[in-house]
């Protein structure tokens, strides 16, 4: 196999140590890629519903059913007949899970000579294939389900617009069709993430405390109820949504078995000694698939 690091003889056997863990220990191995994933997906933050495929490998689900009844209430005189109503059960939809795999592989000499280093950096390119595509995978699931608009009344790098107003006035639009759906996060690419947050004009009134506080991390800010969420994965043709998340749907995953370590609905990982090869194979999977199944809990805003 060739190599891609020089070769610079041993090293202290503190790091050999070490590295020996990682490829002997699969629990830790499975800690390190799943600290790597968590850290980027944002799909479980907008389809916060977990169901479980295991047995089956496919779901069959409604999908907009509205929560009232199809007839109003009438006033009914006294010993009179009740009105009879019918409940209109939204449309079917169908998915099956789906397994997104990646393997890396490297030889004895990388575990000998302490390069523990490059190990994990193998790891991490791995992991941050997977966590991208999935996400890419779920946030295109999502845009394509999700048909209403409302239009930035400016441009968001005009004079005079607001965009912070513009995604307090999409949320107030699902608010009003009266489904139960309350709108409590807004997704954006960074760009127009930035601009919300400059046209909020709170960054300075935030808490600072602690190594998670949000005006130093930057990851998730939550404004008048809103959970801001910035990522790089929308469709090209989507800059901003406004959603309920505890509403819009799930991801369904399924355990295969093959004595993968990790749950089911994560990032499950194996290793494997390659004798014939003096050398180690790591694989990592995820098994799942979006599920949308509120489509009008979302909305796109558009002409930002």
Avoid at 182 to 206: C, H, M, Q, W, Y
Avoid at 216 to 236: C, D, E, Q, W, Y
């Amino acid at each position: 196999m060739p190599t891609t690091y020089p070769d610079q003889g041993p090293t202290i056997n503190g790091q050999k140590i070490t590295l020996d863990r990682l490829m002997n220990d699969p629990i830790l191995l499975y800690r390190v890629l799943r600290d790597l994933v968590d850290e980027r997906l944002i799909s479980p933050v907008i389809l916060s519903g977990k169901v479980d495929l295991t047995g089956s490998g496919s779901a069959i689900f409604e999908t907009g059913e509205s929560i009232y009844s199809d007839r109003a209430a009438e006033r009914v005189a006294h010993m009179g007949e009740y009105p009879l109503t019918g409940d209109t059960a939204g449309p079917i939809s169908q998915v099956s899970a789906e397994k997104w795999a990646l393997a890396t592989e490297f030889p004895d000499t990388l575990v000998s000579r302490g390069r523990m280093d490059l190990a994990v950096r193998k790891l991490i390119k791995l992991a941050n294939r997977l966590t991208k595509q999935f996400d890419e995978v779920c946030l295109s699931a999502v845009a394509s389900a999700v048909t209403q608009t409302q239009a930035a009344e400016a441009a968001w790098n005009t004079a005079g617009a607001n965009p912070f107003l513009d995604a307090l006035l999409s949320g107030a639009k699902i608010d009003e069709l009266n489904e139960g759906f309350e709108v409590n996060t807004i997704v954006a690419r960074p760009t127009s993430f930035a601009r919300i947050l400059g046209a909020a004009k709170i960054l300075d009134r935030l808490p600072r405390e602690g190594a998670d506080a949000p005006v130093l991390t930057g990851r998730m800010i939550s404004i008048a109820g809103f959970n801001i969420v910035k990522t790089t994965n929308l469709p090209p043709s989507t800059d901003v949504m406004v959603l309920d998340s505890t509403q819009l749907g799930s991801i369904a995953f399924e355990d295969q078995g093959g004595g993968y370590t990790g749950k089911a609905d994560g990032v499950q990982t194996k290793r494997f000694r390659k004798e014939e090869a003096d050398g180690w194979r790591i694989q990592a999977r995820k098994v799942g698939v979006p599920m949308v199944q509120e489509p009008m809990a979302a909305l796109k805003v558009t002409g930002v």
